[in-house]
């Protein structure tokens, strides 16, 4: 049986998205009104919380758990906010854009319903500047709804009224951080905020914030309109729905699938990839994006799920498969990794800020050839330096999981480049 | 010292938020489409309308990659420098780009045609190698497409 296609369905590659007439002819924005005129916003957090719907930005934190933090009822602060994260900037990972700029409508129809389950005053998109497409039919998406009755006051005529805005950012990774996303939204550096208190209590301008990221929105139309019931039965294992998931690296066909969560992994690369290009053989792959370990050959029929993952001493992250073939030197790819995430560090905290400039630069020293005995060492101690607790936020630990991994499962490749003094992939 | 259009720009910008200051980075990019870059007397500026001081507004401007404090070229050349881009050729664009160009990163041409800026992960992964020009995207990049691309722009 062909599996179900929920929030790729409306997409068309190439063409321009649905407009809001055509949006709702294909059944747009009929969980919106089913919820302003027939639930509370506890019901549409009770179905969000039923349906096992976890966080698709990296982290897979319950979403309607985490929508339960926010205080409502008379003497809750106010306003509250609702902030979608579309900042999607991590290696590997172009899940958003696609949603973005293939079907905005379900983006905002999933936006206003997390607004209303959280009771937010204000909701934000905060779009990354380089996805210039998503901003343009976002702006015109917005538009039509607002035009519509949609967003604004008093919509569809429920009381519950929402301003909608689209704030384009300026770079930076962090800014995907939520309370660094919360700091840049407040005209600052994008630093991370130190936490407890959540974003959920204390967040932009010190009142109570939920931020999801778009995959993760675009799912709660769907689990309004069709029920939870019907959502976790979507997937193959214990984590609920479909999921995006992608490719890229040396296959035939790099690109995005929507599939049961819990896919294998083999399935996506042999099948859907089409497999590896002719020449290269598969050596591992990172599952989520440049923060998650590397899944070596033998777990490649690890389901693409929370806990599958988890099982293999990696994390679904955002579930988009970068690969590592056998003509690509893994020093010269994880060198290429915590370059990239030393450039990103904020430098507000030591273990991050210093770390990782020191890992890049051993790293490169070992690539050139010009490693020296301990260096491995060396690495895995900032590794650890840069683990849990003991960083402001999450980014230090991301990077650490492709650096660690990568000295257990090549560690032989490691020691070539300092034995042999030179990279034997050049 | 801004002009009243560039003024106007801004506090409508500053509509939108609750405090003016969440306007800076909109502010900031917005003069720097009309002048290329943004320059001492526009963080003092900016910061004016914005009820900010300077080095709130520097160090904002200094912390995000796409608020350039310095000229730039007519086009400014976005090159992905993350993990699927490299993994798929980026060394090789990039160095066909700095011999075409005759700069390196972060340089700009002779002619004042092109600055070259490395960039994260511009979320065109399945396009890889990739790169952007100004608000254009272009993928699956080779030497000779690269060519045909930096013809089209003067």
């Avoid at chain 1, 343009?136 to 006051?153: P, V, W």
């Avoid at chain 1, 995959?215 to 689990?223: G, K, R, W």
């Avoid at chain 1, 083999?266 to 998650?292: D, K, N, V, W, Y």
């Avoid at chain 2, 010292?1 to 306007?23: D, F, G, H, N, V």
Wanted: proline content about 6%; aromatic content about 8%.
């Amino acid at each position: 049986m062909p599996a179900e296609i929920v929030l790729t369905r409306n997409i068309r590659p190439g063409l321009e998205p649905l407009d809001l007439k055509a949006y709702e002819q294909a059944g747009g924005y009929q969980a919106l009104r089913k919820a302003l005129s027939s639930m509370t916003p506890q019901a549409v957090q009770d179905a969000v919380k039923k349906s096992g719907l976890r966080g698709r930005g990296g982290a897979g934190f319950p979403t309607g758990a985490k929508w339960s933090f926010v205080p409502l009822g008379n003497d809750a602060p106010r306003p509250r906010y609702f902030i979608l994260n579309a900042d999607e900037t991590e290696p590997g990972t172009f899940k958003d854009r696609y949603l973005l700029e293939g079907d905005p409508h379900q983006i905002i129809e999933g936006t206003i319903l997390t607004s209303f389950a959280i009771q937010a005053d204000v909701a934000f998109i905060f779009l990354r500047w380089e996805y210039r497409k998503a901003a343009r039919a976002l702006e015109k998406a917005i538009t039509e709804a607002a035009a519509a009755g949609y967003l604004g006051r008093n919509i569809l005529g429920s009381g519950y009224s929402l301003p909608l805005n689209l704030h384009v950012s300026a770079g930076r990774y962090i800014c995907g951080e939520e309370s660094a996303l919360i700091n840049s939204l407040e005209g600052r550096r994008a630093v991370p905020r130190a936490k407890p208190p959540h974003p959920t209590v204390c967040g932009h301008w010190g009142k109570p914030t939920i931020v999801n990221n778009v995959e993760t929105v675009a799912n709660v139309p769907h689990i309004v309109l069709r029920g939870p019931e019907w959502y976790s039965g979507l997937s193959l294992g214990a984590d609920s729905g479909t999921k995006l998931y992608t490719a890229s690296g040396r296959v035939k066909r790099p690109g995005l699938w929507e599939l049961p969560m819990g896919t294998p992994m083999r399935e996506l690369i042999e099948q859907h990839a089409g497999g590896m290009q002719e020449g290269f053989r598969f050596r591992g792959a990172l599952p989520g994006g440049a923060s998650t370990d590397f899944v070596p050959e033998e777990f490649l029929d690890v389901k693409m799920d929370f806990a599958s993952l988890e099982k293999v001493r990696s994390r679904l992250g955002t579930g988009s498969l970068v690969i590592l073939d056998d003509k690509t030197c893994p020093v010269g790819m994880v060198l290429n990794l915590e370059r990239f995430f030393a450039r990103e560090s904020c430098g507000w905290c030591t273990p991050c800020r210093d770390g990782l400039a020191w890992a890049a630069r051993l790293l490169r020293a070992i690539e050139e050839g010009e490693g020296r005995p301990g260096d491995i060492e060396t690495l895995e101690s900032l590794a650890k330096g840069m683990g849990p607790g003991l960083t402001f936020c999450a980014l230090a630990l991301g990077a650490a999981e492709p650096l660690a991994s990568a000295l257990r499962l090549f560690r032989a490749d490691f020691e070539r480049h300092i034995t042999e003094k030179r990279c034997p992939w050049r | 010292m801004l002009t009243p259009e560039e003024k106007t720009e801004i506090e409508a910008e500053c509509a939108r938020y609750e405090r003016k200051r969440s306007a800076v980075i909109e502010a900031l990019k917005m003069v720097q489409r009309r002048r290329g870059c943004v320059s001492d007397e526009t963080v003092r500026d900016v910061a004016g309308v914005l009820e900010m001081t300077p080095a709130e507004v520097e160090g904002v401007a200094t912390f995000y990659s796409l608020i350039f404090r310095r000229p730039v070229g007519r086009h400014v050349i976005l090159m992905c420098d993350s993990v699927s881009c490299w993994t798929m050729g980026y060394d090789a664009i990039r160095e066909h780009l700095e011999a075409k160009l005759r700069i390196r990163l972060g340089e700009t041409s002779a002619d004042g045609r092109f600055t070259l800026l490395p960039a994260s992960c511009l979320g065109a992964c399945d396009l890889a190698p990739a790169m952007m020009i100004d608000e254009e995207l272009y993928g699956n990049l080779t030497p000779p497409k690269v060519d045909e691309i930096l013809a089209k722009y003067s």
